[in-house]
């Protein structure tokens, strides 16, 4: 299988962590990629031009990131990272809060990439807003999380862990005690010091 991936896509750091996880490192060749310089050989596996994208050994692929983690853990080794997901809606429900975290803070990095005089000052601050709102709810909904071997905690590690590489000005730590010390932890397991965003 082939990955494509870049160092700072934090939709791709979460399935190369998922490869990690299920032991597929030996089946898989990660090949770094910049969907901002158009590439022809991603945009004709992925009409989106996005990466995550998946090559199988079949050649057929997969995208976007959780149609490929969902098949990762499928067919890798050790527990299944989504068995709390199968059996409780809320779990599903704070993998959506994770997966949408990663939307507005992609859309903040974007809109930060623009010259200033086209930047929304209206935009980044609610994305901002919605940031800060959702750390708020992770750190009160923190305790009810499973404890048990689940990719939830990881794509929360790789959604924090965007949030310090782009938006180091979000100070979310003070907002959220119990979630930085976790943050502290869980950030040197080595699926996600392997993948640290650059
Ligand atoms: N929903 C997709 C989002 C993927 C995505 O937006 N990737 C960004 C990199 S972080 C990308 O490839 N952007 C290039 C573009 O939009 O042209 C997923 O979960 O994989």
Redesign the pocket.
């Given at each position: 299988m082939e990955l494509f991936y870049?160092h700072a896509?934090?939709?791709a750091r979460t399935c190369r962590v998922m490869l990690r996880e299920k032991g597929l490192l030996d089946r898989i060749e990660e090949t770094e990629v910049n969907?901002?310089e158009n590439p022809p050989h991603l945009f004709a596996l992925n009409p989106l031009?996005?990466?995550?994208c998946l090559i199988l050994d079949d050649k057929q692929n997969l995208?976007?990131?959780?149609v490929i983690n969902d098949y990762l853990n499928t067919i890798g080794e050790g527990d299944d990272l989504y068995a709390a997901h199968q059996r409780d809606w809320q779990v599903k429900k704070w993998q959506a809060l994770s997966h949408g975290m990663l939307d507005v803070a992609?859309q903040l990095r974007i809109e930060k990439t623009k010259p200033e005089a086209q930047q929304s000052a209206l935009w980044m601050n609610r994305n901002r807003d919605a940031l800060m709102r959702s750390v708020r709810q992770l750190e009160t909904d923190m305790p009810k999380m499973p404890c048990e071997p689940c990719f939830l905690g990881l794509h929360i590690a790789c959604a924090l862990g965007y949030l310090d590489f782009r938006h180091a000005e979000i100070a979310w730590r003070s907002a959220a005690p119990k979630l930085s010390e976790w943050f502290a932890e869980v950030r040197h397991r080595p699926s996600l010091m392997a993948t640290e965003p650059r």
């Open positions: 870049s896509s934090p939709y969907p901002l031009g996005k990466i995550p995208f976007d990131s959780t992609v």
